[in-house]
């Protein structure tokens, strides 16, 4: 069984940055897809960005440009890095991992993951 846990959540002004991880333990990192998805109150969950096991990045429209997903796989962590935040970021941040592969665009909904962790709040004040 993986799990996931997320850290690096907080309150920053806008335009300000943080750094999201995401530890993973009891499977094996390095085979699984990560992604990471947010939710903000009273909307569905939104697809982020995501990571293939040999590091190709996918990211939705919105995202590109401001965040930067990355992995360690010997650390077994995934990062995510917001920049330029903006108050309509303020979400649940959440990672989820897959241990399949088949290109890394095609893990953008949410029903593609197997794991998640409780999530991380990031609130972006204006």
């Known amino acids: 069984q993986v799990q996931l846990v997320e850290s690096g959540g907080g309150l920053v002004q806008a335009g300000g940055s943080l750094r999201l991880s995401c530890v993973a333990s009891?499977?094996?990192?390095?085979?699984?897809?990560m992604g990471w998805f947010r939710q903000a109150p009273g909307k569905e969950r939104e697809f982020v960005a995501a990571?293939?096991?040999?590091?190709?990045?996918y990211y939705a429209d919105s995202m590109k440009g401001r965040f930067t997903i990355s992995r360690d796989n010997a650390k077994t962590t995934v990062f995510l890095q917001l920049s330029n935040l903006k108050p309509v970021d303020t979400a649940v941040y959440y990672c989820?991992?897959?241990?399949?592969?088949?290109?890394?665009?095609?893990?953008?909904?949410?029903?593609?993951?197997?794991?998640w962790g409780q999530g991380t709040q990031v609130t972006v004040s204006s």
């Open positions: 989820a991992a897959v241990p399949k592969y088949y290109s890394v665009d095609y893990y953008n909904r949410a029903a593609r993951y197997d794991y």
């Open positions: 009891g499977g094996t990192f390095s085979s699984y897809v």
């Open positions: 990571i293939s096991q040999s590091g190709s990045a």
